[in-house]
């Protein structure tokens, strides 16, 4: 199982189910948050630092089959919520190293 | 010594029809208990796909998460008491029917030994069973066998009812004993004695099936040794007015019959009042008996089911899923309500409370398959310690972030998850607030950030995904007031050491 | 929520049902797996066991059983004419043969041959058995033209239970050995 760095909020242990993100994957959300206009809801910043992906489409009825949320921190220091994230489907931004690498978390969107 | 004259005494009459009453009530809630989960297994893991039989049509998503409420099938109420899915109502009848089985077994037990009617099923000598098989072969031949002296029974249905009154009952009580959480959670020898809670499960089923077989077989048999007869021997104690008896025999099964169907009729309409009525004598005994039980489980490593099963969906909410991204560090615990001091917590202040205490424990959910996991947190009972419930608690509420109208496609009802239980299960031992299992954190499935154990306790009451625990003192005003989302939608008991 | 009907399991050509049922089976028209009967015998599906080994030892010990009748009905009579004991020979070598084969867990076409030699030994045997009840045959008056005699009886309920059986593994009730039911949730 994968161990990514840093995010933990008791410092020890970072959930099973996230997995971080190379560095390709994080520019290509990058991307995908400028093509869509995105910004920070508390305080406008367009800025963000992307931190773990989740897998939502296995766990979560409401969400299409391959998508995922990436966990996104705004930059603005003086943000009052800084901590949201973006919903993308995994064409959009996981890049093809990650699909193919054993030790990404299992699971993940597969085809059958 | 005065030979007992094995007849039929009126107590022994009573009671033959009283058992027929109770116990086609614990077969048909029976049913109903196993249309949850229609499915049986010998290992306690109860991993899908290892079952050895599959009462159900249904076939599982391999691609989405998918629960035990989902496998929940709808039996038809010829079947199944009540029937369509209503698992609070059948374990009510079931446990009703149970106390009522039991009393009149017992008073069946100490009457026949202090009478000298036991005569009537006990083998005087091994040659009662070379008799057996000398039945056997007569009735292979299509007649009758001659009676044993003196007595109203051949061998073979001699020893056939005293298999039934001492071994298969006996074995039903037991094998259903010890699928109750609060008595495997006392007593871990004793489940494993029947090979664990599934393999109790497994024989509790199978006693079903000889208890239909033997009914099957019994009717037949007073059928073609002349129903009149033995009807009146049944109804009046000796062989006479034998059409009357006919006539009666099937008056008093119609009598039985209009009081499944009025239980039926009456719990699909009405199943808060049966609740409230059978509960009335259900939890009392519940609490005598079972809430004094406290759990000293410690389950070997080697014994966690690799894949804990689940049951219900995780919030859909995106203030969920953000949070969980974020691994919950903007996740809070508010604790509140008639307190002395309330308090709001996140994950990393909860974790400094204490060392983490680990439990290796089975899992019991309300439908009936189990699982092994290890579960670490803090016990509730520093929680409590730290806000100082006032005197006047008497509950501890749960609230989570799961809404079963958006979440759970599968129950029967809408609105927030949230469970009610009493203040004194707060300082029973194993008693936690869990957030990690496994040795890794809570999963999202198995309710991350926090969930609640209480291993006394069937495994619905063990609220998952929490953000509030309330110290109240009257659950009437929460939900619809019978102490939790599945209390108020499905009518389970709130107290549910079984 | 996907919910498939167990039927989708009887699709002639999927792999789920030729594994659990075996050839000849799958060759059954289509119209079979949906028609009424169908449903009704395999109790719409509702019912199902995954007790290959314990089938599988079932039918082996009922097809003992009617060898152990037969056996026994030589064994206990005097001056049996010869074509009885031809046939009680060949019904014990028979069984004893299928009831072998049965449990042959390296090749299922040769379990699945134990199987349907021993239905069909079980019909001839049904069918002689409830004949003989109702006709006297030459040189067997204590034996035949009457109902009260336990081994017939005995040899009529293990071939019944037999075909019973048999008839639960193809309707995909139950499972014989070696295949398993594959429920793959």
């Given at each position: 199982m994968s161990d990514p760095a840093g995010n933990a909020a008791d410092g020890a242990m970072v959930r099973p189910e996230l997995f971080a993100l190379d560095s390709a994957s994080r520019e290509r959300v990058l991307e995908q948050i400028a093509a869509k206009g995105g910004y920070c809801?508390?305080?406008?910043?367009k800025d963000f630092d992307i931190g773990h992906a989740l897998f939502l489409g296995f766990l979560f009825l409401d969400e299409d089959s391959d998508a995922y949320m990436v966990a996104l921190t705004c930059r603005n220091p003086e943000c009052a919520k800084p901590r949201t994230g973006i919903v993308l489907p995994e064409k959009d931004f996981l890049s093809a190293a990650l699909c193919g690498d054993g030790s990404a978390w299992p699971l993940r969107a597969r085809h059958r | 010594m005065t030979e007992t004259v094995l007849d039929y005494p009126a107590w022994l009459r009573i009671d033959h029809w009283l058992n027929v009453l109770f116990l086609t009530l614990l077969l048909r809630s029976g049913i109903e208990i196993l249309s949850t989960h229609p499915k049986l297994y010998?290992?306690?893991?109860?991993?899908?796909?290892?079952?050895?039989?599959r009462f159900t049509t249904k076939k599982m998503p391999t691609d989405r998460l998918y629960d035990t409420l989902d496998e929940e099938e709808d039996y038809s109420p010829l079947i199944s008491l009540p029937g369509h899915k209503k698992l609070g109502m059948g374990r009510h009848w079931h446990f009703i029917a149970v106390i009522g089985w039991i009393l009149v077994g017992l008073s069946y037990y100490l009457l026949l030994f202090a009478t000298g009617q036991w005569h009537r099923y006990?083998?005087?000598?091994?040659a009662t069973f070379a008799e057996a098989w000398n039945d056997i072969i007569t009735y292979m031949t299509f007649n009758l066998p001659p009676l044993l002296p003196n007595e109203p029974l051949d061998a073979i249905q001699k020893l056939t009812y005293a298999g039934v009154i001492f071994l298969l009952a006996p074995f039903q009580i037991l094998t259903g004993a010890a699928q109750s959480p609060a008595i495997e959670a006392r007593f871990p020898w004793f489940v494993r004695l029947w090979g664990g809670r599934q393999c109790a499960r497994s024989l509790h089923f199978l006693g079903l099936v000889a208890f239909l077989i033997f009914i099957a077989i019994h009717v037949s048999m007073v059928f073609f040794w002349g129903w009149g007869q033995l009807n009146a021997s049944m109804i009046?104690?000796?062989?006479?007015?034998v059409a009357w008896a006919t006539v009666c025999s099937f008056l008093i099964i119609g009598a039985i019959v209009a009081i499944h169907v009025a239980a039926t009729v009456w719990s699909l309409r009405r199943p808060a009042q049966v609740r409230r009525i059978l509960g009335a004598v259900i939890t009392r005994a519940r609490l005598i008996l079972l809430r004094p039980l406290d759990s000293r489980q410690n389950y070997p490593e080697r014994m966690l089911s690799d894949e804990h099963r689940v049951n219900g969906k995780p919030p859909c909410s995106t203030r969920y899923k953000v949070m969980a991204v974020h691994n919950f560090v903007d996740w809070r615990l508010r604790v509140g309500g008639l307190v002395e001091q309330p308090a709001t917590l996140d994950l990393a202040a909860i974790r400094a409370m204490a060392e983490p205490e680990g439990q290796r424990v089975l899992h019991n959910c309300v439908q009936g398959w189990s699982s092994i996991g290890e579960w670490k947190g803090i016990p509730l009972a520093l929680v409590a310690d730290l806000v100082r419930p006032l005197p006047q608690a008497r509950f501890v509420c749960f609230l989570t972030m799961q809404d079963n109208s958006r979440d759970e496609p599968s129950s029967q009802g809408e609105g927030q998850f949230y469970e009610v239980m009493d203040l004194e299960l707060v300082y029973k031992p194993q008693t936690i607030l869990a957030y990690e299992m496994n040795g890794n954190l809570l999963p999202i499935k198995h309710g991350a950030p926090l969930r609640l154990r209480v291993e006394t306790q069937v495994g619905f009451k063990m609220a998952k995904w929490i953000y509030q625990i309330e110290f109240i003192?009257?659950?009437?005003?929460?939900?619809?007031?019978?102490?939790g989302w599945r209390e108020d939608n499905i009518h389970y008991d709130k107290d549910v050491e079984i | 929520m996907p919910v498939k009907p167990r039927d989708a399991l009887f699709e002639p050509d999927s792999a789920g049902y030729a594994q659990v049922v075996g050839h000849f089976v799958e060759a059954w028209p289509e119209n079979w797996h949906r028609s009424r009967l169908f449903r009704v015998l395999s109790l719409g599906g509702y019912v199902a066991f995954d007790l290959p080994r314990a089938v599988t030892g079932l039918g082996a010990l009922l097809l003992v059983g009617i060898a152990a009748t037969h056996a026994y009905m030589w064994a206990s009579q005097d001056g049996l004419p010869r074509y009885f004991q031809v046939y009680a020979a060949v019904v014990i070598a028979g069984c004893l043969l299928f009831a072998g084969s049965m449990g042959f867990g390296r090749n299922s076409h040769v379990a699945q041959a134990g199987w349907y030699f021993g239905s069909v030994l079980s019909v001839v045997i049904l069918g002689l058995a409830v004949g003989t009840r109702v006709a006297s045959l030459p040189g067997m008056t204590a034996m035949t033209g009457?109902?009260?005699?336990a081994p017939a009886t005995f040899a009529l309920a293990f071939a019944g239970a037999f075909i019973g059986l048999h008839a639960s593994v193809l309707l995909g009730i139950n499972v014989a050995y070696p295949q398993r039911q594959h429920w793959e949730d």
């Open positions: 809801e508390s305080c406008g910043e | 010998w290992h306690d893991d109860s991993k899908p796909g290892t079952e050895w039989a006990w083998p005087q000598s091994w009046f104690g000796s062989v006479r007015n003192d009257d659950l009437r005003g929460i939900g619809y007031g019978l102490g | 009457r109902w009260d005699f």
